[in-house]
T-cell receptor, first 116, second 116 residues
C-alpha cells in the first residue's frame, strides 16, 4: 500500500514563475491537507480539501496561492509569480475522513521549493 | 485558535540515556488530540505518539512515553534508552476534534542529538 506521494521532490523556480506541487493521497483517503515549513520552523497549516471541495483555506495566503483536489487525479498546490519568501518545504498529508473523530494524517515526503 | 510552544530549541543526550522534551499548548477546545512527530534529516514526518485529551492515562509506544498534564496544558515526551536513530527534530502538535477541519498546529521543534 503506497504512502502519500508528492512530486516533484525538489523544484527550482525563478522569481515570477509558477510552481505546481502535486500530492497523491494514500489509497482510500479522500482528505488532503497542505502544510508549509519555512527554514528552522515547524509546519504551518495552509489548506484542507476533500474531493472537489475546499473545506478550510484559513492558512493560505490570499494572493498567488491556490489549491485544488479534483475528482480524478492528485491534489495540486499552485503558487503564481513566486517570490524568494516562498522558498520552503511543502508537505501534503492525507486522512481517511475528517468529521466526527480524528483520523491520523499521513505525511508525504515533501516538496522542497527553491526560488532563485 | 490553538498554540503550541516548545521552549527547548536543541537538546542532546548520551546513547542509552533518557531524555525529556517539553511542550505546552493552549486551546479553547474541550475535545482535542496531542501528538509528537519526529522529522529525521530525510524530512519525512513520522508520528511518534498521540494522546487523546479525554484519556487520563499517558500514552506509551515502546521507548516513547508522554506526561500529559491537562490542567497545566503540558505534554512532554520521554525517550528511554536513547538510540542514535532517535537523532531528529521533534515537533509537538495539537488538533481539535469537531466540526470543521482537523488541521494540526505545530510547535517550532526541538533538535535532539543522540551522542554515541
Amino acid at each position: 500500500n503506497a504512502g502519500v506521494m508528492q512530486n516533484p521532490r525538489h523544484l527550482v523556480r525563478r522569481r515570477g514563475q509558477e510552481a505546481r506541487l502535486r500530492c497523491s493521497p494514500m489509497k482510500g483517503h479522500s482528505h488532503v491537507y497542505w502544510y508549509r515549513q519555512l527554514p528552522e520552523e515547524g509546519l504551518k497549516f495552509m489548506v484542507y480539501l476533500q474531493k472537489e471541495n475546499i473545506i478550510d483555506e484559513s492558512g493560505m495566503p490570499k494572493e498567488r496561492f491556490s489549491a485544488e483536489f479534483p475528482k480524478e487525479g492528485p491534489s495540486i498546490l499552485r503558487i503564481q509569480q513566486v517570490v524568494r519568501g516562498d522558498s520552503a518545504a511543502y508537505f501534503c498529508a492525507s486522512s481517511a475522513r475528517g468529521s466526527g473523530s480524528y483520523n491520523e494524517q499521513f505525511f508525504g515526503p515533501g516538496t522542497r521549493l527553491t526560488v532563485l | 485558535a490553538q498554540t503550541v510552544t516548545q521552549s527547548q530549541p536543541e537538546m542532546s543526550v548520551q546513547e542509552a540515556e533518557t531524555v525529556t522534551l517539553s511542550c505546552t499548548y493552549d486551546t479553547s477546545e474541550s475535545n482535542y488530540y496531542l501528538f509528537w512527530y519526529k522529522q529525521p534529516p530525510s524530512r519525512q514526518m513520522i508520528l511518534v505518539i498521540r494522546q487523546e485529551a479525554y484519556k487520563q492515562q499517558n500514552a506509551t509506544e515502546n521507548r516513547f512515553s508522554v506526561n500529559f498534564q491537562k490542567a497545566a496544558k503540558s505534554f512532554s515526551l520521554k525517550i528511554s534508552d536513547s538510540q542514535l536513530g532517535d537523532t531528529a527534530m521533534y515537533f509537538c502538535a495539537s488538533a481539535s476534534v469537531g466540526a470543521g477541519s482537523y488541521q494540526l498546529t505545530f510547535g517550532k521543534g526541538t533538535k535532539l542529538s543522540v551522542i554515541p
